[in-house]
Structures are given as C-alpha cells and as structure tokens.
C-alpha cells in the first residue's frame, strides 16, 4: 500500500482530472484493472477526495463505462466545471467498435450533476469530430468561461487527417448553453507533435499557460505561455514539469496555490528493464511561478507537516576526487516510505555528483539520482553489472558554489526529487538491493551542509 503516491489497490489510476469545490480538492481519473475477464472492458471514471494530498476519500465510481454499442465504452479525459447552477463534465467517448457501423472512434460527451457524487448521462449533447479531422484522435475536453466574450470555450485534442507526421492541435469550440457547440478553429497549432493531449488553459499573476502532454516519442509534459488570453504563445527554453515518468498532468488552484496533478506510470512485470506502462500513481506537484514567468515545480507545502525526523547527519561534510569517485554513505532507512532533506554546494567543474539511494552497502549496487553539471541535466539511473535500463533525464540549471536544496521521497517503488523548488523528476525502483542512501561525487568536489532523513509520523 503507497503511503505518499495515491493508486487505487485493486487497479491503476491516470489522467487525473482536478476540481476545487469548498475546501476540498475532487480528483476524477481513469481507473484500469488491467483485466477485462475478469472486471470486463472498458474504463469508468472513479474519483477520490482529499484536503492536504495525503489523506484521501475514495469516493467510488462517477461515470460508469458504457457497452460496445455505445459511444463510451472508454471513458477517457476531459474537465469539470460548475455553470449553470449544475457542475458539468465534458469528457471523451472512445470506442473501435463503432467504426464499422460508420461511426466515429472518439466524441466529445456531457453528463451533468447537482453534487459532484451522482452523474447524468446526457449523450444527445455528443458532439462529433468535423470530417476533416481524424476521428481517432478527437478528445479530452478542457471547458472553461470566457469573461471577456460571454461565453463558454472547449479546447480539444485534434489531428488533420492524413500521414502527416506532426499533424496535431489543439482546437478550440464555443458555445453558449454548453449543449451545442460550434467549431471555432485553431487555439495552437505548432507542427511539432503527433497530437497534444489532455489541454489545461490557467492565468497565474501576468501570464496565460496551456498545458499539454506531448504524445509523440517524448512522453512529456509540457507548456507554453502567452501575455494575453490567446497567444502569441512562446515556449519557454525548458518547458517540461518533469520527465518521462509523469504523464497526462492537469492543474487546479485553491486559490492559493496551483498544483499539477500528473501520474507516475508502472513498469511491465514491476521489473526495472520492463516497458512503461499506462496509468499507475498519482504524483502531485506545486507549480512556482518565476519572476520571468517560466513555471517549476515544488513538494506541496501541505506535504511539510506530515513528517518527524528519524536521523541527522552530524555537521558538514567535504566529498572530493578529481580523478574517480568518492562517496559517504548517510542513512539507512528502515521504512517503506521516507524523505530525505539535503543541502549541500558543489565546486565549479565538477563532473558529476548525486544521490545513491536502495544501495547495497557492500556490492554498492543500487539507483542514483546524478547531476551533470557542464550537461545541464539531472538524471536517475539503477546501478548494476549491466542493465538494459536507460533511465530517466531532465534538463536543469544549477550554479556552482551555491546552495543547492534536495527533496527526495520514496514511496516502496515510487520515488521523486525535488531540486531548489523549481525541479522534479519522478522515479521507479523495482529491485533496490539495499536501503542505504549516500551522497557521492566524481570529478569534483561537493560540500554538505545538511542532512536530515524524515518519517512519517505516526
């Protein structure tokens, strides 16, 4: 059972779909049994309910899948609004069974509600991909309220028809009684992606962004942002919230912060080598707006009170090899689920240095989280005599001689580092041969200055 990451126990869980409403956070997602013989075919959407990103309420199903015959036999993505004096969920009807009768693949479909808990389907609300566009890719649904226009915007996942490689869109609907809508034409369309899945459109201080995952060979993802509602939009030099492992991630606000709510896919066979999957955790994380705009990611405050500390490092520590590696092993935790806190300053021309964690303490074999300083990237990787693994990577900039402040949770399987509030990188370990955790260095020298490992309190 993850303690810190939310999946349901009896599936996985993905493309979560945020909704603040009077102090509490509802989270609608994808839920996946992975066994249709036995749960039979199709996704539903479940929901669970928490306050603080650590206790959640399973609420149970929202919106049941549909049969063969029907439209949404996959109840896939889309977005919850309240207007009207009801809440609204637009999401997206997937079938393959449909098309040989002349019907389309994926739809855009309505159900209505007066409580958030019970959902009426309203499927002659389905609105149908135009012909021009290639109806396997016509979905998840992000609707919103446009102030200045008076009235209401879906932006969807779309695609020309055709072979061209990089052929998707973002399109953009409106409507006024969010019962009939009328194609209003490109939102964004920068020829650089197979398809952008699962829009979020947000104003945070200054600034528009739309958030997107990139459905191509990256997996990731992404943003751009614009100073007015639409556009021109400008794609910041390092637009990924994460990696390769935190997909599908949409935001809600509390009105005091932003969060971005993404999923942390598992492996085939929970094996290290084995091929990603679709759906698995859920991982949270707080966007942080810079002073530029740019956005990054942080460990949601309210995930600072949940922990009492276990073990410190005593006083500082100097790591220093100019021609290999050297290494000083600090904790060993003993729980499935931790945090450890480090802050530490690396000298300038330093090749390498990081974090060991589930090390063996004598074959030293185990993961790392590695900084590349003169590569400007952050990698995870498993330590071993030979792996087929090619880890994980992100972009980051970090300065030498200054203080460098690390948040890693682990979480059994599950695990991300969290670097000067700005960065993340989501994480699997499957075969950790050990429970050490180390900090080392090669080519270089690093100081530490603090290191404190943190369980959670009773």
């Not at 989270?27 to 039979?40: C, H, I, Q, S, V």
């Not at 928490?50 to 149970?60: I, P, R």
């Not at 958030?116 to 309220?145: C, N, S």
């Not at 300083?373 to 792996?387: D, N, V």
Request: charged fraction near 25%.
């Amino acid at each position: 059972m993850y303690r810190l990451f939310y999946k349901p126990e009896d599936a996985v869980s993905g493309d979560y779909i945020p909704f603040f409403w009077e102090g509490t956070f509802h989270l609608f997602y994808l839920k996946d049994w992975r066994n249709a013989e036995k749960y039979g075919e199709g996704i539903p959407w479940f929901k669970v309910k928490t306050q603080d990103f650590y206790h959640f309420e399973d609420a149970g199903e929202m919106i049941p899948r549909g049969g063969r015959e029907d439209q949404d036999l996959c109840v896939f993505t889309g977005s919850v609004i309240a207007a009207q004096g009801k809440f609204h969920i637009f999401y997206t009807g997937n079938t393959p069974y449909l098309e040989e009768k002349g019907g389309v693949q994926q739809a855009v479909m309505h159900a209505v509600s007066d409580d958030l808990e019970h959902w009426t389907k309203a499927p002659k609300d389905t609105l149908i991909p135009a012909k021009q566009y290639d109806h396997h890719h016509f979905r998840d649904p992000f609707v919103y309220y446009d102030e200045a226009k008076k009235n209401y915007v879906m932006l969807t996942v779309s695609r020309k028809n055709g072979e061209e490689l990089y052929a998707g869109f973002t399109a953009r609907y409106v409507s006024e009684d969010l019962k009939t809508w009328r194609d209003d034409g490109v939102f964004w369309a920068p020829n650089l992606y197979h398809t952008h899945e699962c829009p979020d459109y947000f104003k945070m201080g200054d600034w528009w962004y739309l958030v997107f995952s990139e459905y191509s060979d990256q997996y990731a993802t992404r943003y751009v942002m614009a100073p007015t509602p639409n556009g021109p939009w400008h794609m910041p030099g390092d637009d990924v919230f994460d990696g390769r492992a935190f997909y599908a991630a949409k935001t809600a606000s509390d009105g005091a912060g932003r969060y971005l709510f993404g999923w942390l896919p598992t492996r085939e066979g929970n094996k290290d080598e084995g091929n990603w999957q679709w759906g698995g955790n859920l991982v949270v994380h707080q966007l942080v707006q810079q002073s530029d705009g740019t956005l990054g990611c942080k460990l949601p405050e309210s995930l600072n009170f949940i922990w009492q500390t276990a073990a410190e490092y005593p006083g500082a520590a100097e790591l220093q090899n100019a021609e290999g590696r050297q290494a000083l092993r600090l904790f060993a935790p003993q729980c499935g689920a931790y945090r450890v806190d480090l802050t530490l300053r690396f000298k300038e021309g330093t090749r390498q240095f990081g974090v060991y964690l589930g090390q063996d303490e004598k074959s030293k074999a185990g993961y790392k989280y590695e900084f590349l300083p003169e590569e400007g990237l952050l990698e995870f990787r498993k330590m071993a005599w030979i792996s087929n693994e090619k880890g994980l990577n992100r972009a980051v900039c970090i300065e030498a001689e200054k203080e460098l402040r690390l948040t890693l949770l682990v979480d059994g399987d599950a695990c991300v580092l969290y670097v000067n509030d700005t960065y993340a990188l989501c994480a699997r370990m499957y075969e950790p041969k050990g429970k050490d955790i180390a900090l080392f260095v090669a080519g270089g020298q690093v100081r530490l200055l603090s290191a404190r490992l943190l369980e959670l309190k009773a």
